[in-house]
């Protein structure tokens, strides 16, 4: 069974950075280093959203426009991670933070998740 596994988040100040990353585990086979990966978040009361992707190769990036200048998504497929930077961080970023495959409707089991809370 696939388990993706999230960790890095925490509570900051705003303006403050986290950098979060996922590892993918269990019996993977070429799932994830075929796919388009992704970051997506689920904030108070709101529907999870898509954050970020990433190509197979790494080598292309899409953003959604509240993270384009501030998120910088990163993959690498030998270790099977994804990793998310996230820079000058807003209290509209307080959400839990999933990776998963992109986009939603290839999406394999959710992992826990891992909460970032952003005071002002």
């Known amino acids: 069974q696939v388990q993706l596994v999230e960790s890095g988040g925490g509570s900051v100040r705003a303006g403050e950075s986290l950098t979060l990353s996922c590892v993918l585990s269990?019996?993977?086979?070429?799932?994830?280093?075929?796919?388009?990966a992704g970051w997506y978040r689920q904030g108070p009361g709101k529907e999870r959203e898509l954050v970020a992707s990433?190509?197979?190769?790494?080598?292309?990036?899409w953003y959604e426009d509240f993270a384009k200048g501030r998120f910088t998504i990163s993959r690498d497929n030998a270790e099977k991670t994804l990793h998310l930077q996230l820079t000058n961080l807003e209290p509209e970023d307080t959400a839990v933070y999933y990776c998963?495959?992109?986009?939603?409707?290839?999406?394999?089991?959710w992992g826990q998740g891992t909460q970032v809370t952003v005071s002002s």
């Open positions: 269990g019996k993977t086979g070429n799932i994830f280093t075929k796919d388009v």
């Open positions: 998963n495959l992109a986009p939603q409707w290839k999406v394999i089991s």
């Open positions: 990433i190509s197979q190769r790494g080598d292309k990036a």
